[in-house]
């Protein structure tokens, strides 16, 4: 499938999940699954950065006008949007996946570790920055550490369940035409 209709298929999907299923189930009032910013994380490895912003900005701001907030989730994506790419070149280098493969998978970084610490950090970012920005406070720190490390987890749980289920077909490219 051509990238530019996978990824609005996947822009909607995501954003559909996080608003109709998990935005509706309550875990415990410490724990907030998001899997809405897959999305970003899912994008191609060559995205163009200015692209890759706005994508985030436009994810952020779908998810802010179904859940009423002001601009909360819009900041969340744009930050880890910002990050992204020297988290990619931190994690592998330019040899592997990101010239031989299309996308940031379990796959193209090498293995399941490289990944879940790459989604793991994004996600924590995410979280954090966002759960800062709803108390706007660290007036208890005790309560803002764990309901971003609870809701990393579940969530980073979620992304890796995803990675099974969703069957990402990513050829191994060479240097041939």
Not at 135 to 155: C, E, H, P
Request: charged content about 15%; glycine content about 4%; some cysteine.
């Amino acid at each position: 499938m051509a990238t530019i209709p996978k990824n609005i298929i996947r822009f909607v999907l995501l954003v559909l999940i996080q608003t109709l299923v998990l935005d509706n189930i309550r875990l415990h009032q410490m724990i907030t699954p998001y899997i809405y910013f897959l999305f970003i994380l899912w994008l191609p490895f060559r995205i163009n950065r200015t692209l890759l912003m706005i994508l985030a900005a436009c994810l952020g701001f779908a998810i802010d006008s179904f859940r009423h907030h002001p601009g909360f989730h819009m900041a969340a994506c744009v930050l880890i949007a910002y990050l992204r790419p020297f988290i990619i070149n931190l994690l592998i280098s330019q040899e592997d996946g990101e010239a031989n493969y299309d996308e940031p998978s379990v796959k193209s970084m090498g293995g399941l570790l490289p990944y879940s610490i790459y989604a793991g950090i994004l996600s924590l970012l995410h979280n954090a920055w966002l759960f800062l920005l709803e108390a706007w406070q660290f007036g208890d720190a005790w309560y803002f550490i764990s309901k971003t490390v609870l809701s990393t987890l579940v969530t980073l749980a979620l992304i890796l369940l995803a990675e099974l289920v969703v069957n990402r077909k990513q050829k191994f490219r060479t240097n041939t035409a």
